[in-house]
DNA sequence: ACAATTAATGTACGCGTGTACATTATGGCA
DNA sequence: TGCCATAATGTACACGCGTACATTAATTGT
């Protein structure tokens, strides 16, 4: 492999300006950049990523993190999927580097070590829950003031970054949409409490429900975790008190479908029996029979949002010691209307 | 952030010492490991990724390269997403990065450069086509012996490693599953000839004919481009040849969710109108309506397998100099019947 | 024409680790 | 006890690059 060096030997100049002239950085005379960039071409040199990495003290990569759970394939879920479209854009266009990183759900994770071991410059963490350990994992990572960005989870430190839906408007947006239709008895079949995002849709379904002086029903609320599974294994309950219902509210599109399947197993039939709105808008919403009545999240363009704005304070950092602006964005969720709500 | 130095200061050792402790190598008295160790964990200690990268030479990454087109979410196909989750599954499993590298197709990409430059130790492309400039591209990297494997697509080079699915005999099962049933107009809505495993599949669906001594009609071939809005385009020209057509053989799931939605929109009634086999078994086949008979492909293991044995390779290389075994799977595929195809 | 700038380039070193080689401790054995 | 093999540790340097600082060349202003 060739180095600077040889670079330099052959261009004439010294290895500094083989640097500067790589790096674009200082004046030079134009004959010099040539000869240097003509001996870098003749002998096939780049800059070696590592040891430039090595010499700046900066790894270069932002990090993803993400539950990892053997068995459950979680990239073909839409929600990661597409934050993580979403999060490659934007890292691809500023020259950065992408690292995947699984974490054990099950088992505490060391945030901050990632970057004492300087693998990332910065990481954007997601699934991230409101579980105990993992919030004073992540708290920590805010009290030491490092470069990270949580996607979609609340949590209520001062410093830290966060780029989220607005579920609760997105929920009640939901419920409305149903009461307006004249439905009254509403359930909500909901992911678990553990993620703040799914406390959010609970507490925009109640205003919708307050709102319209529809006393809540707590028997009317069943809990999943978000998979296909879950939602058709509260098909059965569900239908058992199909007579006290009129639609449902379901937290992401998977456990609809999955209700969807179960119910249709017990007999039912859909969207007359009940009516139904979901949550994500997902590739499968528009195709399901009857196609989902959901609420659009702009998952893709989150990841997007937090990747660049993460860049951006990384950038700033190098310019001046003034403290990053802290990123607190929440983005619009939209109503997409289907026929699984009723005609 | 603290270093070697200080870590052996405080126990009292060489740095070299500290080094071997924490790398396990060469024999060491029990106290001093623990010395060391203890020490480390007094000041916070974890070994510079970064820095260690850059004194053995490698960076410890393995890099996936997959297309990247802005606006086509591309993650939220089953494909990619499954690959890229079997491929993190290995790669955590060993210890190593995992680096995402986003490549646009449409210029010609330098893999070698990501060797040069020693962002990776091997990697894994996804994606490729048999296009003139790329399969140049892919053999020179082949040429050079560089350690990398290819996914599901065929070259003709002799050291070239390649995990692939058995898409002839996949595409042909699911043909002569269609004439098992008793249907002999069968059409084929195939991905751009570009890909090999579109090829492939060509190549069982002529043989499921021929054996069944079908003779092939040109015009009830089709090509799409594996997108849903592919196969939704497609869906005039089939609604226009329903008439000499009992069934049609899809490319893949996502195409055939397309055709579906576009022959109902033109009045179709399914399956009665028209037999349908698709091709992955992604998440959505189960759902639709009806359910689609398709060829499940085992993306999540090819992914796995193909990283596993990257790695595996780029081990025995620092032990022996022996040329590394070369890569070369087909994975079996299975077809999984549901309503698509007729009762 | 000469000092004062500024441009252009060179010199020298640090970054934190892995590891070849040198050195010193330890224990076995005659 | 003395010798030797091996264990255990230390010394010293390379890895390729970025960059502070030093130096030399060119340009400007008077």
Redesign the pocket.
């Known amino acids: ?1 060739t ?3 040889e670079v330099a030997k052959l261009a ?6 083989v ?2 002239v ?2 674009g ?5 134009e ?2 950049r040539e000869r240097v960039l003509q001996a870098a071409k003749q002998l096939n040199y780049e ?2 990523a590592v ?2 990495s ?4 900066r790894s270069g990569n932002l990090g993803v993190v993400l539950p990892h759970v053997p068995k459950v394939h979680l990239f073909s879920t839409y929600y990661f999927s597409e934050l993580l479209g979403g999060i490659g854009e934007a890292v691809h266009s500023r020259g950065y580097g992408l690292l995947l990183l699984f974490r054990d759900p099950t088992s505490v994770y060391d945030y901050v070590s990632l970057y004492r071991t300087q693998r990332v410059d910065a990481c954007i963490i997601l699934g991230s829950s409101a579980a105990e350990e993992e919030k004073q994992a992540v708290h920590r990572l805010a009290d030491e003031r490092l470069p990270f960005c949580v996607m979609d989870q609340r949590f209520d430190h001062p410093l830290l970054n966060i780029v989220a839906a607005d579920h609760e408007q997105g929920s009640y947006d939901a419920v409305k949409h149903l009461i307006g239709k004249g439905y009254r008895r509403i359930g909500f079949l909901n992911g678990a409490p553990q993620y703040s995002n799914s406390r959010d849709r609970m507490a925009g379904y109640r205003r919708a429900l307050l709102e319209a002086g529809i006393a809540e029903d707590d028997t009317l609320v069943y809990e999943g975790n978000y998979s296909r599974t879950s939602g058709r294994r509260a098909a059965s309950l569900v239908h058992r008190d199909l007579g006290r219902l009129d639609a449902i509210f379901v937290g992401n599109d998977r456990m609809a479908i999955g209700l969807m399947q179960g119910l249709r197993e017990l007999g039912c039939s859909l969207p007359d029996d009940l009516k139904i709105v979901a949550y994500d808008d997902s590739d499968a919403a528009s195709f399901t029979e009857p196609p989902l009545t959901t609420v659009r999240v702009p998952f893709y363009e989150m990841g997007r949002l937090a990747a660049d704005r993460l860049l951006t304070q990384l950038a700033d950092k190098d310019k001046s010691d003034a403290p990053a602006a802290l990123i607190r964005e929440k983005l619009p969720t939209e109503l997409v209307i289907r026929k699984s709500s009723g005609n």
């Open positions: 492999m180095n600077r060096k004439g100049v010294s290895e500094a300006t640097s500067r790589l790096n950085i200082g004046p030079m005379k004959s010099t800059l070696n040891a430039s090595f010499a700046r003290g």
